[in-house]
């Protein structure tokens, strides 16, 4: 079975500030790795997704995140945040044997003028 | 192009009633994913189309949820004999079976309301 655990569930930052949001996974199988953004009202937003190869992936809006195998981690980072990037973001695995993702529930990032 | 779009927005029912919750998924899309997001939570798998088959509905919580999508375009999430627990947001996703791990688009979801 896959889990996701998304340690902070509440970021307040400043504006132009730097923010990572933890996401720690379980499986005891190879998997897929993707971060998703929901901002107010709408739909849920592929930011960025590892499959294989390097393990620094660049994704939408300045945002990346690093895949850590030994640690089964796969952090997501942006150096300098902006008000538009308040939002819920979700971790979320998925693996070799199936297409369905597990997500982790969730942290909402605040950012602050 | 245009994206999922989910039908109602908003669902208000009472305890016991019958519901459909509608998915349009992005034209091509030969897979198609419910999953159900309670409050304070992630998304939870519900079930996976692939064209009009189900292939995986191991996340159904009990016999009153069920699927179509008979013509593996638009599906149907059918709730029976509704539950305050049920009361929660309905997502619907799509993706473009090229190979495991494609992109999933997901919709605004549907806010079901139990009452």
């Known amino acids: 079975a896959q889990s996701v655990t998304q340690l902070d569930s509440q970021v307040p930052v400043f504006e132009e500030a730097p923010v990572e949001l933890r996401c720690n996974y379980s499986s005891s199988v190879s998997v897929y790795l993707f971060w998703y953004v929901q901002y107010p009202n709408q739909g849920l937003q592929l930011l960025l997704k590892?499959?294989?190869?390097?393990?620094l992936v660049k994704g939408i809006n300045g945002f990346e995140a690093e895949f850590n195998k030994s640690q089964t981690s796969f952090h997501l980072r942006k150096p300098s945040v902006h008000i538009s990037d308040t939002a819920e973001y979700f971790c979320?695995?998925?693996?070799?044997?199936?297409?369905?993702?597990?997500f982790g529930t969730g942290t909402r990032l605040t950012v602050i003028p | 192009g245009a994206g999922v779009s989910q039908t109602p927005s908003n669902k208000v029912t009472e305890k016991g009633k019958y519901v459909e919750l509608r998915c349009d998924p992005i034209?091509?899309?030969?897979?198609l994913y419910w999953y159900r997001q309670s409050l304070g939570q992630g998304p939870e798998f519900l079930i996976y189309f692939q064209g009009t088959g189900a292939a995986d509905d191991s996340g159904l919580p009990n016999d009153r949820f069920f699927a179509v999508r008979p013509e593996g375009s638009v599906s149907t999430l059918k709730i029976q004999r509704t539950e305050r627990g049920d009361s929660a947001v309905y997502l619907c996703?799509?993706?473009?079976?090229?190979?495991?791990?494609?992109?999933?688009?997901f919709g605004p979801g549907t806010r079901l309301l139990v009452l």
């Open positions: 996703a799509s993706s473009a079976f090229r190979g495991r791990q494609e992109t999933q688009y």
């Open positions: 034209s091509g899309h030969t897979a």
């Open positions: 979320a695995v998925s693996t070799t044997g199936a297409n369905n993702l597990f």
């Open positions: 590892y499959l294989s190869g390097s393990t």
